[in-house]
């Protein structure tokens, strides 16, 4: 029997209500008396210095408040870097400058250059084109192996080249994977590209900074999936306000994906602007804009190599990565290709030495940064199209080969330093082939190619490294912060339950899932629980929503100050049953004294706490609320085995999925329908990147698919109803939960099905056709066909 | 936007007077125009709508057996009111992108924009219809001149379009996979003196006819009498999502597939 309460069931979300019936609160509506607007000119050259910046006659066009410049930001601090990453040789990355409004240069199409405030957005749109803004064309740099040439442009002057850093993983193991190289009976290798993507969530990203005078209080209203990194980041490093100056406020959040982590140069102005102008200003970002200053995502171009045996088990990967940085470090850029990637790249396979070689590279193109997966889709990527590769070239069956190689006893340490508490990759297999009917594949062939389609079968594992993460370890790899969190459990007087997380839902369903926790922890009825979160003012110092972290680390510092409460109230419960504390049980919402029929109910304890008549004053606090702040002491491992069927029209090169199975092991599950949901979304953005998502420049730095009129999205009819599963279950075993993270592994685990069984559709049909660079349009598809 | 005023004329001849106006700019369904505004890439002076004037709505069969389109029809219009009389105009028009274009945008702004990736410019050429506009008539043949270009003058009105219904027709369009605009869309007429073949999507020089298809559909009106037959790529679109020789290469395949679906 499905439970319809507490850990497991599939309880409705309760968020739903307000999102779908238009009641949601965006920052976007969030309009403050006497607010003004702002507009920002964006740069249209890649590349460039700033000749001429005359703002005197948009100073004097109607409603303008004040035009703002890159000069009235030279005294304060740039855009901050979350993480430092140390190259092969032990040296700290290139880090440059920059700069809340472009100043002398400008890097990149979209870079904000100028600023106009004003009383409405038009006006402040009249003012802004009558600058007189005058920028002379540099060569752009584009293109990551020509900006690492000798004599190439340099995106920043004051930095050596192009080069951010050179990262070398393991180092020590450079040599003994060459040697293995040297002996391996089969090498395969693969170069590809994975795609430059841009997020695009339905909401725009959107600031409003507010100043209060008479207090010199700051308040900032923003499109954020972490409030309080913003506040440390742009109150210490960009503005230098205090945190009790400070407030950060990230309401109803339209979706993330990533790109909603980072601190922005709009958050920073519209808060500095605030005060600067004495008035509340707004800035809601167009699609254009979003295009063109939202952080973008992967952009690697890859070779990879896989060494085998005489046997065909894995002997040793040796990966090459150039990875785009764009034109600046965005707030945790350094980190995606070099610890959320290089980690990674054990995959799900026990092979004993791999090193890991990334060059992080700057061009005039929009910042690059975490999207949804952040370097762990770019390992599964390289790593699953590598061994079906290699599978084709050996002639064997790649999921034999798979499963030849698969990690079998956990804990399993592997070469790249981490370590698989758990994970049971035969049991996704198993029910993968299972479930995809993988032995009927080749009567649905026979089926497709009778109606003039080629049929292809696309299988690949992932695993993926998610609750983020232990403070100490990413200290020392190079994160300038903890990833701890943190919760507040209040309980008021007649038992309900406030929660004030620092965990941030944008779209994950935590007003729902959260409840069901300590719904089940104390016995009582989700709906006396509610989730607070997406304010510095009422939340306690938390680290935010990304990296699949949220119930693994956010939820589990909510459990331990629950524990916290169900001990306080158990002192209560034994001092009015008069009991010992030791013989006192919660069940049902009530305590108890074991073997007896005395008990007393979860409210009149609670009320005890804050009416303390009858109350062990001389022994305990009144009042019931407890903090927690958990940091983990590993990752946690999900994993899975997806498949993919497709057709391919051999005419047109178009290609469509006819199945697509999602095998997951999440761990332990609290709201399987919330869980499925993650999924879905997760595998429509891993097949938008492998058939139609391509964030693409031209020698010029000017982005071509600015719009969607030219980058096309997934909808519903390019996707199949997904076939979903996560019943294989090994509980991580260091969070009280046992859970693993979900929000990511669609986007993760789908891209190499899709293109394995593309290559396999084309390969059946006699094709010599070995791979084709994401997105697989039907124009690439066609054109490797000929 | 810029500022600008609205004139919503009741009839032809005040649009034409109200177009007389400097910068004045005709609004059809606005599916185009509008998002123009928006980006300030125009600044006409004063807007003049088409869609109240109740001589350029609907769609009639007219005494010499044409279909006429009123110019102010909307898709959805013309989906509904030609599916029986010449469904391949219908399934064309039922097909322009998404409910909300349909029930916007009309014939005459598709037309007198010629988006060389539109649908409806490959349905008026192919068909041989009459551009009908406040001061003549305009054989389709005469009317695309180019990406973006025709044959009107300076504030003409697209009135009505007369199309001679064929015998069979049908119309293929192979999506850009973000816009859903044609990569490729191929409109095949078979009339009892010929057939006919128009290409969208694909030339730089817009909407053209496939003569050398023509010529081989006219003697056998089936997908096998195209075999063999190609276009050049040279002077086709070359984009992010397609070659100029992909493109030439769906021509062939949509237009087989037309021919197929036309019966």
Redesign the interface.
């Known amino acids: 029997m499905p439970k319809d309460s507490g850990i497991g069931a599939s309880s409705k979300r309760r968020e739903d209500i307000r999102f779908l019936t238009g009641a949601g609160n965006y920052t976007d509506d969030i309009n403050i008396r006497g607010q003004a607007h702002v507009y920002f000119l964006r740069s249209d050259v890649a590349h460039g210095t700033i000749a001429k910046i005359d703002t005197s006659a948009a100073e004097g066009m109607p409603g303008v408040v004040r035009v703002f410049t890159g000069a009235d930001f030279e005294a304060i601090g740039g855009m901050p870097c979350g993480w430092q990453v140390t190259d092969r040789h032990g040296q700290p990355m290139q880090e440059p400058k920059h700069p809340v409004l472009a100043h002398v240069k400008v890097r990149h199409v979209g870079e904000p250059v100028a600023a106009v405030v004003a009383e409405t957005l038009?006006q402040a749109?009249d003012a802004a084109?009558a600058i007189d803004l005058e920028i002379n064309a540099l060569p752009a740099v584009v293109d990551m192996k020509s900006a690492v040439t000798d004599g190439a442009p340099k995106v920043h002057d004051d930095l050596t080249s192009n080069l951010c850093y050179d990262w070398g993983f393991v180092e020590e193991n450079r040599e003994a994977v060459n040697e293995a190289f040297d002996k391996a009976a089969h090498v395969t290798t693969l170069e590809l590209v994975n795609n430059r993507l841009v997020a695009n969530p339905m909401e725009p990203r959107v600031a409003v900074g507010d100043y209060a005078r008479g207090t010199d209080e700051h308040t900032l209203y923003t499109t954020s999936q972490n409030p309080h990194v913003i506040r440390l980041l742009m109150g210490a490093f960009v503005l230098g306000i205090p945190e009790h100056k400070l407030r950060v406020v990230a309401p109803d959040v339209g979706g993330g994906f990533g790109t909603k982590i980072f601190h922005y140069q709009e958050e920073a102005f519209c808060t500095f602007a605030a005060k600067a102008c004495n008035r509340p200003v707004k800035w809601t970002s167009s699609r254009?804009e979003a295009f063109m200053s939202d952080a973008h995502g992967r952009d690697h171009v890859t070779k990879i190599e896989l060494a085998l045996d005489a046997d065909n088990n894995f002997a040793a990967i040796r990966t090459e990565t150039f990875a785009n940085m764009g034109a600046y470090l965005s707030t945790f850029a350094p980190s995606v290709p070099t610890w959320l990637h290089g980690t990674l790249m054990a995959g799900n396979y026990k092979t004993p030495l791999i090193y890991v070689n990334v060059k992080a590279v700057f061009t005039n193109t929009v910042p690059v940064d975490a999207y949804r997966g952040a370097g762990r889709p770019e390992a599964t990527f390289q790593l699953e199209r590598v061994i079906d590769k290699a599978a084709r070239e050996l002639g064997v069956d790649p999921i034999a080969l798979r499963r030849q190689n698969f990690v079998t006893e956990f804990p399993y340490a592997t070469p790249v330093a981490v370590e698989y508490d758990t994970g049971d990759y035969v049991a996704t297999m198993d029910k993968l082939e299972e479930m995809a009917d993988l032995s009927g594949f080749d009567a649905r062939r026979k089926e497709s190619e009778a109606r003039g389609k080629l049929r292809g079968l696309g299988v690949n594992c992932y695993i993926e490294a998610c609750g983020i993460a232990p403070s100490n370890l990413v200290g020392q790899l190079g994160a300038r912060a903890g990833l701890y969190e943190s919760a507040t459990v209040r309980v008021n007087a007649t038992g309900g339950l406030v929660v004030m997380t620092g965990s941030h839902s944008h779209g994950q369903g935590h007003e729902t899932a959260f409840p069901q926790v300590i719904a089940e922890m104390i016995g009582i009825d989700e709906s006396m629980i509610e989730i607070v979160h997406g304010d510095t003012a009422n939340t306690p110092m938390g680290m935010g929503t990304y990296g699949s972290r949220s119930l693994a680390v956010g939820g589990s510092a909510m459990v331990r100050a629950t524990e916290k409460i169900i001990a306080k109230a158990t002192k209560i419960a034994s001092h009015l049953l008069e009991a010992s504390e030791s013989d006192i049980e919660l069940k049902d919402g009530a305590f108890s004294v074991a073997g007896t029929d005395k008990s007393v109910a979860w409210g009149d304890v609670t009320l005890a706490a804050y009416v303390p008549h009858n109350y062990p004053l001389e022994d305990l606090e009144p009042g019931l609320e407890e903090t927690a702040f958990y940091d983990p002491s590993n990752f946690t491992y999900p994993s899975g085995a997806y498949a993919c069927e497709v057709e391919v029209d051999p005419?047109?090169?178009?290609v469509s999925i006819e199945a697509f199975t999602a095998v997951d092991d999440f761990g332990n599950v609290v709201n399987p329908m919330i869980v499925t949901g993650q999924v879905h979304g997760g595998i429509a953005q891993g097949i938008g990147q492998a058939?139609?998502e391509?964030c693409?420049y031209d020698e010029n730095g000017q982005l071509?698919?600015a719009s969607?009129?030219?980058?096309?999205?997934p909808r519903a009819d390019d996707l199949p109803m997904f076939a979903v599963d996560h019943s294989c279950q090994t509980p991580c075993t260091h969070n009280p939960l046992g859970v693993k993270g979900c929000g990511e592994a669609g986007a993760i685990g789908s891209p190499p099905s899709v293109v394995n069984a593309v290559v396999d559709a084309l390969q059946s049909a006699g094709k010599d056709v070995t791979h084709i660079d994401m997105p697989l349009?039907?124009?690439r598809v066609?054109?490797a066909m000929q | 936007?810029y500022n600008f005023d609205v004139e919503m004329p009741t009839s032809i001849a005040d649009a034409v007077a109200a177009l007389g106006k400097e910068d004045a700019q005709a609004l059809g369904g606005g599916q185009t125009l509008i998002p123009t505004l928006k980006?300030?890439l125009a600044s006409p002076s004063v807007l003049v709508s088409l869609s109240g004037i109740s001589e350029m709505q609907g769609v009639c069969k007219g005494d010499d057996g044409k279909l006429c389109v009123g110019g102010a029809t909307t898709h959805a219009t013309v989906a509904r009111d030609a599916a029986s009389s010449f469904p391949g105009l219908a399934g064309l028009a039922s097909h322009i992108g998404d409910p909300a274009v349909r029930n916007r945008g009309t014939i005459g702004g598709s037309l007198a924009n010629n988006d060389p990736s539109a649908c409806y410019p490959a349905a008026a050429l192919g068909a041989g219809a009459t551009i009908v506009t406040n001061d003549r008539e305009i054989a389709a043949d005469d009317f695309f001149q180019g990406m973006f270009t025709t044959d009107l003058e300076e504030g003409e009105i697209i009135t009505e379009v007369r199309f001679p219904i064929p015998d069979a027709s049908n119309y293929q369009k192979?999506l850009q996979?973000?816009?859903r605009?044609a990569?490729v869309g191929v409109f095949v007429a078979k009339f009892s003196d010929g057939v006919r073949v128009a290409v969208t999507g694909a030339s730089n020089d817009g909407v053209f006819r496939w003569s050398e298809a023509e010529a081989a559909l006219s003697a056998n009106f089936s997908a096998n009498a195209l075999d063999g037959l190609t276009v050049s790529g040279d002077d086709m679109i070359n984009d992010?999502?397609?070659?100029g020789e992909?493109r030439a290469?769906?021509v062939g395949?949509m237009t087989k597939r037309a021919v197929a679906a036309a019966g």
Not at chain 1, 708 to 713: E, H, L, R, S
Not at chain 2, 240 to 243: Q, S
Request: proline share 5%.
């Open positions: 038009e749109r084109e254009t005419d047109t090169g178009k058939l139609l391509n693409a071509l698919s969607y009129m030219d980058y096309a999205m349009s039907p124009a066609w054109a | 936007m980006q300030r192979f996979p973000a816009s605009f990569l992010l999502h397609g070659t992909y290469h769906l395949v």
